[in-house]
């Protein structure tokens, strides 16, 4: 039978990593995803055993994470847009060792401390790195409390795949709403032994090491290298999206997270208006459904990206769109979350009235 | 002395060998240490401590940024590099999802006693059921001579080149002395490798600490008050004359907090 309830995302997340089985979790408070570590600790060790343990800080859960995730237990960490910043060293040191484990942004309205509102600025800083380095984690963006709950297992699942960071990044609203989700069941926790991973040296086998150091740049660059393929390969596998009412379409919003939910409102209200408009929903970010998008520039008269930021998604869908088609923006900042009839107004004074 | 001075000099013949090196916990390898540095003998005994305590398959080291980041060439033992500061993070977060393993942080004065001074501090106040060994040598050795929280008042370095200046930059940090304080800080120590007696000392603490460990009693820390002759600028016999009769007065030795509460 279904097991449904009524959840904020942030505890509807933190019960599905209970329920699949999550070994441990670091983190500190920070609103407005706070509740993740509440949650955690109010279940999660007398129904499971898991770890949970509340860190002096982001800079320590980060490397509480590594330290554990180099075992190759699965552990994750939560946080919001000024505590992801200070993690970005620890996270680039788990992509260059490539371990798996799952990290959580609740984005909040920034730069400096912001606000405590919904946000998409940290876009750039998930998708195209955000610490030093080449690297990228895999990012998913949910776009309902139900997608908060199942993106914990879908994130473990790819980060172990490919041993490599990924980051759910939803935002503040999300974190906070409350809608009606189905819960899986609990699964038992298992450990495997993955090989590479520092457990204590197997019998008769040297060492094993984690570690994002090579001073030999020869051997630095082909560490890079074989990262840089990894990536390929997650871009040419992992590709998510979501398609709602862009058969017909002569107009496309491209939007993630809750603003996708917030253009698909948009297009019906054009629709009802007689104007034909879809939506694409990028569910992973990276890697970015470059394709689908190109496909639909030589289909279309253009474009309508909105964000929760200045303007930040719009760059990857303009290099997927290369010109073949208007690509307008409409964004709010600051923590405000903009409704489907200033959307809407966007489109028809930016886009419908400017393509006439 | 060459490699092949000493053999044809024949130093290294079996009948002068007091005690065999580790075999199975440490690599047969020369180490990038400096000729006369600390390190090697903090290794080596920490890996006998290892192999006769029949650990070697049961222990996960932590080395953090700074010349013994490269601790696992030398120590053959599951190990994680670690950010600059972050050993105990990363060894809490190892402990904690394998608490039937021994872990242990292996750090310099720069990576515990400035910029992981928080991780540091809490660490231990978590109680954490971890050693932490922090060599301490008054400089930052890896990146070239540049002053430490711990270098003396007055010594020189590339960054105090007139000599530590307090009034400019505050006094040496006794990161040890802070610790010994914490309630959840079960045995802290500070020792050094700069005599053969003191080399057994410290062998010792490490010993006592991993069984404390076995014990699950709580945090161990044991300081060995080091050399550093290359940026130090001196030779090796210098430098741990240096480490006698300025490093040790400032720093002394003994312990500052032991399970019986006796302070040595």
Known sequence: MKELKLMKGNEALAEAAIRMGCDAYFGYPITPQSEVLEYLSREATKRTGMVVLQAESE?????MVYGAAGTGKKVFTSSSSPGISLMQEGISYIACAELPCLLVNVNRGGPGLGTIQPGQGDYFQSVKGGGHGDYKLIVLAPSTVQEMSDFVQEGFDLAFKYRNPVLI?????????MEKVELSPQKERTFEDLGWTTIGRRKGEDSKIVTSLNLKSEEMEKINIHLQKKYKEIEKN?????????????YIFVAFGLVARLCTKAAE????????VGVIRPITLFPFPTDIIREYASKIKGFMDVEMN????IEDVRLSVEGRAPVEFYGRMGGIVPTPEEILVALEEKLIGGAK | MSEKMIKDEGLCVKENIVYAPPQDAMYDVSTHYCPGCGHGVAHR???????????????IGVAPVGCSVLAYNYL?????EAAHGRATAVATGIKRVLPDKYVFTYQGDGDLAAIGTGETIHTVNRGENILIIFINNGIYGMTGGQMAPTTLPGMKSTTSPFGRDVAHVGNPLKMTDLVAQLPSAYYVTRQSVHKPANVRKTKKAIQKALEYQKEGKGTCFIEIVSNCPSNWKMTPIESNKFVEESMIPFYPLGDLKTPNGKEG
Not at chain 1, 169 to 177: F, K, R
Not at chain 1, 238 to 243: I, N
Not at chain 1, 310 to 313: E, I, K
């Open chain 2, 76 to 80: 053959n033992i599951d190990m994680t």
């Open chain 2, 45 to 59: 005994i920490l890996a006998e401590v290892i192999e006769e305590m029949g650990i070697t398959n049961d222990i």
């Open chain 1, 310 to 313: 200045a303007g930040q998604m």
């Open chain 1, 169 to 177: 990044l939803a935002d503040g609203a999300l974190g906070q709403m």
């Open chain 1, 269 to 276: 209200l054009a629709r009802e208006k007689g104007m034909k």
């Open chain 1, 59 to 63: 800079v320590a859960s980060i490397n």
């Open chain 1, 238 to 250: 992992e590709v998510k999206y979501e398609l709602i009412g862009c058969e017909d379409a002569d």
